[in-house]
C-alpha cells in the first residue's frame, strides 16, 4: 500500500496499436522513491476493466498523494473521470496533475474542483517535496518549484522548476511497472528510451519550445546513454530500442559517438528513431549514414510537415521542400534505414493547393522509395502558447474553455473546429488522413499484433489501397465513406479493447 499512488490513464484507440512505459510517472517518481516513500504506479491502460476495483483497493491505505500524468485530447477525459472517482472515495487524497497539458495550461486545469494541485514541468523534485509537506501536515506550499495550488479560492504558481528530469538511468525505478506490459504495434521485446530533452528550434506548432524554456536541449553523454541500453539489455532482454527525443541529432558528434560505442559492443539489436529532422539528414554524411545501417537503426521518423515553401515558412520549420526531395533521395541509399515521415495540414493559412502539394509529396516519397512510409497526415492542434495558436485566434478559432471540451479535441475531428476551413477542404482534409494510412506497407509491415480486430484491418488495407491511390493520385475526396468507417473501427477497439491480451510474458 502507497504514501503516492500514480496512475497512468488511457490514451484511447491508440492504446492498442503503441502502449509504452509511463516514463513520465516513472522520472517523476525517483526521488520519492529515494526518499523513502512508498510509490504505486497502476497504469490504466493494463487494467482497463477492472482500473475503478484497483484504485479502491489502493485507496483504503489513504494515500497522500494520487498523482496523474495527463497528455492533451482523449487522456483528459479518463484522467477526469479517475480524478472524480478518487475525489469521491478518498477526498482527503490530494489529486495532483502533471504532464503536457497541465504544464501548458495551468490556469484552465487547476481551475476545477477535483483537481487540487499541479505539477508544471519535471515532476520529481515537486512531487517529493509535496509529499514530504504533506507528511510533515503542513502547508507550506509556496517553497515548491513547479507547484501550482489554491489558496483562499486563488490558483497560486509557484517559480518555474527545470523543465527536464535530471535523474541518473540507476535511480528511474523500473520496478514500479509490469515492463512486460508494453508494446510498439506488438513488439514486447522493445525498450522505450529518451536520451535528450528538449529541442534547440522553434517551430511554431510544437509543443517543445513550451515545455523547455529557451529552445534548452539537454542530453545524457554517450557512455550514460550505452550504459542505459546494456541496463536494458541485461535486465529486460530487449531486442529493440526506440528513441523517443525531440530532438536526437543536435550534436551530431555525440550521436556520432552512441552508434560507435553501440557497433563495439556487437549487440544484436535494432533501433527506432524519433524527431529527426531534414536538415540533419541532408548533413548526414555517407559514414554516419552506413554507420547507422551498420548498427541497425530500422526506422527513423522525420519531420517532413508540409510540401509548401510558404506554409513551412510559416511553422518556422526552417527547412524547404527541395531539402525534403534530396533527403529522401538520398536515403534510398540506405535501404535498411526505414523512413517514416510526418506530415500536416490543416494550418491556418494554408489554402486547398498547400494541401494538394502536400498529398502529391506523399505520393511522391512512397513512388521514389517504396520503403518508405508516411505517418498518419496529422491534424494541426493550436497549442496555447504557441505561435500559430496567436494566428490560429486571429482567424476566428475559439480554444476550448474546459477539460471536457479539451478531450474532445481529437484528432479526426479536430478540422471541425477551425473557421479557416471550407467545408470542401475539411472533408479532403479527412479524407487524404485515411488514404495516408494506406497508401504505403506500414500496417502490414509493422503492426505485430496477433488479433483478430488487427486481421481485419490488414485484409482492409489490402482491399482498399487501390482506392487510396487513386484518391491521392486525382485528389478525390468525394464519398468519404470510410472516413467514417474508420472513426467507427477506432471507436469500438476503444470500447471493447480489454489490452490484458498482451500481457504475456517475454
Ligand atoms: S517540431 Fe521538432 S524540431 Fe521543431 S521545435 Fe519541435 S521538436 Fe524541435
Known amino acids: 500500500m502507497a504514501d503516492i499512488l500514480l496512475i497512468f490513464p488511457r490514451v484511447g484507440y491508440g492504446d492498442l496499436f503503441i502502449k509504452d512505459p509511463p516514463l513520465a510517472l516513472l522520472y517523476a517518481s525517483s526521488i520519492a522513491v529515494k526518499d523513502g516513500f512508498t510509490v504505486k504506479i497502476v497504469d490504466q491502460r493494463n487494467c482497463y476493466k477492472n482500473w475503478k476495483q484497483i484504485i479502491e483497493d489502493e485507496l483504503k491505505a489513504k494515500p497522500m498523494i494520487a498523482g496523474l500524468s495527463v497528455m492533451t485530447g482523449r487522456p483528459i477525459h479518463y484522467a477526469i473521470e479517475i480524478s472524480k472517482f478518487i475525489k469521491q472515495l478518498a477526498p482527503k487524497t490530494a489529486i495532483v496533475w502533471g504532464g503536457h497539458h497541465p504544464t501548458i495550461l495551468p490556469e484552465n486545469t487547476l481551475d476545477n474542483p477535483f483537481i487540487d494541485f499541479l505539477i508544471r514541468g519535471a515532476g520529481s523534485i515537486p512531487l517529493a517535496a509535496l509529499a514530504e509537506t504533506l507528511r510533515n501536515s503542513n502547508d507550506a506550499f509556496d517553497d515548491i518549484p513547479g507547484l501550482s495550488y489554491k489558496k483562499n479560492q486563488k490558483l497560486i504558481h509557484n517559480q518555474d522548476i527545470i523543465s527536464y528530469e535530471k535523474v541518473p538511468f540507476q535511480e528511474i525505478p523500473y520496478h514500479l511497472v509490469d515492463m512486460n506490459s508494453y508494446h510498439r504495434l506488438g513488439n514486447k521485446n522493445i525498450f522505450v528510451i529518451m536520451t535528450s530533452f528538449g529541442c534547440p528550434h522553434d517551430c511554431s506548432f510544437c509543443y517543445a519550445p513550451l515545455i523547455y524554456r529557451n529552445r534548452r536541449w539537454a542530453a545524457d553523454s554517450p557512455q550514460r546513454t550505452v550504459d542505459h541500453m546494456q541496463m536494458a539489455i541485461n535486465r529486460f ?186 467545408n470542401k477542404q475539411r472533408r479532403y482534409i479527412r479524407i487524404m488522413q485515411v488514404a495516408s494510412l494506406f497508401i504505403d506497407n506500414k500496417i502490414k509491415r509493422e503492426i505485430k499484433i496477433k488479433r483478430f480486430e488487427i486481421g481485419m484491418l490488414v485484409l482492409f488495407s489490402y482491399l482498399y489501397r487501390f482506392i487510396a491511390r487513386f484518391r491521392v493520385k486525382f485528389h478525390i475526396s468525394v464519398l468519404p465513406a470510410e472516413y467514417y468507417m474508420l472513426r467507427c473501427f477506432n471507436r469500438l477497439i476503444e470500447k471493447m479493447t480489454n489490452l490484458d491480451f498482451i500481457h504475456k510474458k517475454r
Open 237 to 422: 532482454k530487449v531486442d529493440s530500442f526506440s528513441i523517443i527525443d525531440d530532438n536526437f541529432f543536435v550534436d551530431m558528434k555525440r550521436a556520432k559517438d552512441i552508434f560507435e560505442m553501440i557497433k563495439e559492443k556487437r549487440w544484436k539489436v535494432s533501433f527506432q528513431l524519433r524527431g529527426v529532422r531534414i536538415d540533419d539528414l541532408d548533413r548526414m554524411n555517407d559514414e554516419m549514414l552506413l554507420l547507422m545501417e551498420d548498427v541497425n537503426v530500422r526506422h527513423i521518423m522525420i519531420g517532413a510537415e508540409s510540401a509548401s515553401d510558404r506554409i513551412l515558412k510559416l511553422m518556422n520549420k526552417k527547412i524547404t521542400i527541395n531539402q525534403i526531395i534530396r533527403v529522401s533521395r538520398k536515403l534510398v541509399k540506405y535501404p535498411k534505414i526505414v523512413p517514416m515521415y510526418n506530415l500536416l495540414t490543416g494550418i491556418p493559412g494554408e489554402v486547398l493547393s498547400d494541401m494538394k502539394k502536400t498529398v502529391d509529396l506523399m505520393r511522391q516519397l512512397v513512388k521514389e522509395n517504396p520503403c518508405c512510409e508516411i505517418s498518419m497526415l496529422e491534424h494541426f492542434l493550436p497549442l496555447p502558447g504557441t505561435k500559430l495558436f496567436t494566428i490560429a485566434k486571429e482567424k476566428g478559432f475559439s480554444e476550448p474553455q474546459t477539460l471536457e471540451t479539451w478531450s474532445k479535441f481529437e484528432s479526426e475531428t479536430r478540422a471541425d473546429h477551425y473557421p479557416w476551413l471550407t
